[in-house]
């Protein structure tokens, strides 16, 4: 069956950098994108960027343009994000998906916390 | 910021019909694009609950229904159960936000 499994918590300080890690199994994984999305406490969805873990294509959410970072291993089946200079408001859980059109399976979220 | 807008809570009594609207514009569902949805219960991740505008995924009790029409979609769901109470968004892809995907603000369904 298909799984995304994602890292462990984080507690990051302000300015610092986090990569949250996703490996997927039960199906080829450069066959398919992998999006990001993250919730903030309270909050909805909001979706931060997408890769094609086929050719590396990436789009990434403007608001997140200039300090995201998404990679993929295709010899691990890992996709990777990475996000730079921390604030409080980025306080909240991140998903990865297995992304199409719609996004039809996700990891269990990795929850990162911002705080002096 | 969602470009897709949800009312924030609907509710219902078990056994009731309910109705999730989800409105976008010209650049996002009016332009043709799939409308998916999500449920997402308290602690969870999201799931893949309707995609396509009105295709369930295996396993999705056929109590959840979708619908698409101009700039709008619905997400209805009949037969109203306690398990259902939950967060729900929908989801498509934008054209003015250079390749965007975008989520609705999200609605709470209360079981009465």
């Known amino acids: 069956q298909v799984q995304l499994v994602q890292s462990g918590t984080e507690v990051k300080k302000p300015g610092a950098s986090v990569k949250v890690s996703c490996k997927v199994s039960g199906y080829t994984f450069n066959t398919y994108g992998i999006g990001w999305v993250r919730q903030a406490p309270g909050q909805g969805l909001q979706w931060m960027g997408w890769i094609s873990a086929h050719n590396g294509a990436i789009s990434y959410a403007q608001e997140f343009q200039d300090r995201v970072t998404m990679t993929t291993d295709t010899s691990t089946s890992t996709a990777y994000m990475e996000l730079r200079s921390l604030a409080s408001d980025d306080t909240a859980v991140y998903y990865c998906?297995?992304?199409?059109?719609?996004?039809?399976?996700w990891g269990q979220g990795t929850l990162v916390t911002v705080s002096s | 910021q969602s470009v897709l807008t949800q009312p924030p809570s609907v509710s219902g009594a078990p056994g009731q019909r309910v109705t999730i609207s989800c409105t976008g514009s010209?650049?996002?569902?009016?332009?043709?694009?799939?409308v998916h949805w999500y449920q997402q219960l308290p602690g969870t991740a999201p799931k893949l609950l309707i995609y396509?505008?009105?295709n369930r995924p295996s396993g999705v009790p056929d109590r959840f229904s979708g619908s698409k029409s101009g700039t709008s979609a619905s997400l209805a769901i009949t037969g109203l159960q306690a398990e259902d109470e939950a967060d729900y968004y929908c989801?498509?892809?934008?054209?003015?936000?250079?390749?965007?995907?975008?989520f609705g603000t999200g609605t709470k369904v209360v079981v009465l």
């Open positions: 989801q498509s892809y934008d054209s003015s936000l250079s390749g965007s995907y975008v």
């Open positions: 998906a297995r992304a199409t059109a719609d996004f039809d399976h």
């Open positions: 396509a505008n009105n």
């Open positions: 010209s650049s996002n569902i009016g332009a043709g694009y799939d």
